[in-house]
């Protein structure tokens, strides 16, 4: 596998293929995860409940969505949120995933 990976451009988000992706509760972790910790975020450092071929495939699609970016920092491959073009892109999207919601009664 090649050590770069196509990042959306901001004219190229999708807001189906943003939705999607966080549809899924693991993926919704990894961006609030990322959202919570205010820096990038090496793909094991993350509290997942799956292993890490399917950790992989949760990235991919994060990062197919626009969602986050990665890369590399020697052999070890970072994440980092895309909250400034999300937020240009839908704004206030990210900080209604983001927010923790109060629980139900």
């Known amino acids: 596998m090649g050590r770069t990976s196509h990042h959306p451009e901001l004219s190229e988000f999708d807001l189906q293929q943003v939705l999607e992706a966080l549809v899924d509760p693991v993926r919704r972790s990894i961006v609030q995860q990322l ?6 975020i090496k793909c094991g450092d993350f509290d997942l409940s799956v292993h890490k071929s399917t950790a992989t495939h949760h ?7 626009g ?3 990665q890369y590399y ?13 999300l937020d240009q892109a839908f704004p206030g999207l990210l900080t209604a995933i ?8």
């Not at 920092?73 to 073009?85: A, I, P, W």
């Open 67 to 69: 969602l986050i970016r």
């Open 98 to 105: 983001t927010t923790p919601q109060p629980a139900a009664h």
């Open 59 to 65: 990235f991919k699609v994060l990062r197919e969505a």
């Open 73 to 85: 920092v020697g052999t070890s491959r970072l994440n980092t949120l895309r909250r400034e073009d």
């Open 35 to 40: 959202d919570a910790a205010g820096h990038d």
